[in-house]
């Protein structure tokens, strides 16, 4: 599987951006797919997560309510819709893809495939 970032840029704060990724291959409604981003000198972290099949969504506690999740089986792609951007969400944004996991799906090592990565900038 391949996963091939777009979106992302720079935003005022309290605006809005959306991410895709498109994944390659035959079989993406099989993979669960996840949104982490990594801040500078700070860890990558979890942000959002769809499941395979059903696409029961999770999301980390600070995106709650202003980011969302979405995917589309038919076009083997996976969003995540921004908005009520604050400077604290700038970071590069990365997509992430396992098959058929859900259980843990927040944390880093349980991906086998990455996207490269997209900058997102929010000023204040």
């Known amino acids: 599987v391949q996963l091939v970032q777009s979106g992302g840029g720079l935003v005022q704060a309290g605006g809005s951006l959306r991410l895709s990724c498109a994944a390659s291959?035959?079989?993406?409604?099989?993979?669960?797919m996840g949104w982490f981003r990594q801040a500078p000198g700070k860890e990558r972290e979890f942000v959002a997560a769809i499941s395979w099949s059903v696409g029961i969504t999770y999301y980390t506690d600070s995106v709650k309510g202003r980011f969302t999740i979405s995917r589309d089986n038919a076009k083997n792609a996976v969003y995540l819709q921004m908005n009520s951007l604050k400077p604290e969400d700038t970071a590069v944004y990365y997509c992430a893809a396992v098959y058929r996991r859900w259980v843990g799906v927040s944390g880093n090592d349980r991906y086998d495939y990455w996207g490269q990565g997209t900058q997102v900038t929010v000023s204040s």
């Open positions: 291959g035959r079989t993406f409604s099989s993979y669960t």
